[in-house]
């Protein structure tokens, strides 16, 4: 078998397509989706992630506001940026690109931005509101972004197996979350695998959806993998490549070309997960200034 491409890009061009919609409406009714990021730091990948999500803002007819900080901006000064932007009603989401540095506390500054405008959906009050079903509840952009694209090419993980590699509060968690859920496009049987898991791969072979976020480098081989199944490489991990442009290239956590003989679907990295995770950012967006505006 070789398996169908996920095309991430595509399927975020149609989900950016309805919240520039989305946006168009409520700039007609007088509302300007603004989305306010944070960045701090010199980190090159996060200075890559930001910019990329402004330039998609700009392209759906989100206004942007950013505050680039240096390394050493002190805790208080960041949280005294994000009081502000809570305050400020004409500002509907609040990024704080991750992560921060070392000397600043993560969930402090997570649980310091208003849950109402919380697009990355990692306040604690939306992680709780998630699991408990409730539907309003933002949710992570990356998780979030999984399941849209299961919903694009009309696999319904209802009733099957599918099994999670990571644990993370931004992806592997919520992601089974929201999996396991007794929703539409949910209600699979779930499995979480980690780095503490006995029999990874005899593990992974029983899933039917086989989702994997660990950042390591192609590290779910083709033989870990049920004929049939989908694949989705959440991983976007750079490796040396001397003969590519920059010295790198980038790769998922899953051994593409081993796992597309043996899966039924599978994304692609990069152009898979990657650009969802952006839309659904956006979509978070416009959705908390509908809210805002008692429109949505
Ligand atoms: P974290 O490092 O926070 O979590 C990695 C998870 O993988 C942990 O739960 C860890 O287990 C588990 N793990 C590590 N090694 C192994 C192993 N050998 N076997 C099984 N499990 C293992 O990463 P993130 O969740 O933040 O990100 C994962 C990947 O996804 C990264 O490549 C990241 O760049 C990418 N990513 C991509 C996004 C996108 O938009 N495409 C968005 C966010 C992330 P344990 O808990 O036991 O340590």
């Given at each position: 078998m070789t398996a169908k491409i996920i095309d991430g890009n595509a399927i975020a061009a149609s989900v950016r397509e309805d919240v520039k919609a989305e946006a168009t409406a409520l700039r007609e009714k007088g509302i300007e989706p603004c989305l306010a990021v944070m960045l701090v730091g010199e980190d090159p990948a996060s200075r890559v992630y930001v910019g990329m999500k402004e330039k998609k803002c700009a392209e759906v007819g989100i206004r942007n506001i950013d505050a680039r900080l240096p390394?050493?901006?002190s805790q208080e000064e960041i949280l005294r940026i994000l009081d502000e932007w809570n305050a400020d009603?004409?500002?509907h989401g609040i990024l704080v690109q991750l992560p921060l540095p070392d000397h600043v506390d993560e969930s402090t500054v997570t649980e310091r931005i208003l849950p109402e405008k919380d697009v990355d959906g990692f306040h604690p009050v939306n992680v709780g509101r998630m699991s408990a079903g409730d539907t309003d509840a933002f949710r992570p952009c990356t998780p979030h972004g999984v399941q849209v694209m299961l919903k694009h090419i009309g696999w319904d993980p209802s009733g099957k197996h599918a099994v999670v590699v990571g644990r993370s509060n931004i992806v592997g968690r919520p992601m089974a979350t929201i999996l396991s859920q007794k929703q539409p496009w949910a209600n699979a049987t779930v499995t979480v695998a980690h780095s503490r898991s006995d029999d990874l791969a005899g593990i992974c072979r029983l899933a039917d959806l086989l989702i994997v976020a660990v950042?390591?480098?192609?590290?779910?081989?083709?033989?870990?993998v049920k004929e049939g199944a989908v694949v989705i490489d959440v991983g976007v991990n750079r490796v040396d490549d001397p003969e590519a442009p920059k010295g790198y290239r980038l790769v998922g956590d899953v051994a593409f070309e081993e796992a597309k003989e043996v899966a039924s679907w599978i994304t692609p990295v990069p152009g898979g997960v990657g650009p969802m995770t952006i839309a659904m950012l956006l979509q978070n967006t416009v959705t908390a200034a509908g809210r805002s505006a008692g429109t949505s």
């Amino acid at each position: 078998m070789t398996a169908k491409i996920i095309d991430g890009n595509a399927i975020a061009a149609s989900v950016r397509e309805d919240v520039k919609a989305e946006a168009t409406a409520l700039r007609e009714k007088g509302i300007e989706p603004c989305l306010a990021v944070m960045l701090v730091g010199e980190d090159p990948a996060s200075r890559v992630y930001v910019g990329m999500k402004e330039k998609k803002c700009a392209e759906v007819g989100i206004r942007n506001i950013d505050a680039r900080l240096p390394a050493e901006t002190s805790q208080e000064e960041i949280l005294r940026i994000l009081d502000e932007w809570n305050a400020d009603p004409s500002i509907h989401g609040i990024l704080v690109q991750l992560p921060l540095p070392d000397h600043v506390d993560e969930s402090t500054v997570t649980e310091r931005i208003l849950p109402e405008k919380d697009v990355d959906g990692f306040h604690p009050v939306n992680v709780g509101r998630m699991s408990a079903g409730d539907t309003d509840a933002f949710r992570p952009c990356t998780p979030h972004g999984v399941q849209v694209m299961l919903k694009h090419i009309g696999w319904d993980p209802s009733g099957k197996h599918a099994v999670v590699v990571g644990r993370s509060n931004i992806v592997g968690r919520p992601m089974a979350t929201i999996l396991s859920q007794k929703q539409p496009w949910a209600n699979a049987t779930v499995t979480v695998a980690h780095s503490r898991s006995d029999d990874l791969a005899g593990i992974c072979r029983l899933a039917d959806l086989l989702i994997v976020a660990v950042g390591r480098p192609e590290s779910v081989t083709g033989d870990m993998v049920k004929e049939g199944a989908v694949v989705i490489d959440v991983g976007v991990n750079r490796v040396d490549d001397p003969e590519a442009p920059k010295g790198y290239r980038l790769v998922g956590d899953v051994a593409f070309e081993e796992a597309k003989e043996v899966a039924s679907w599978i994304t692609p990295v990069p152009g898979g997960v990657g650009p969802m995770t952006i839309a659904m950012l956006l979509q978070n967006t416009v959705t908390a200034a509908g809210r805002s505006a008692g429109t949505s």
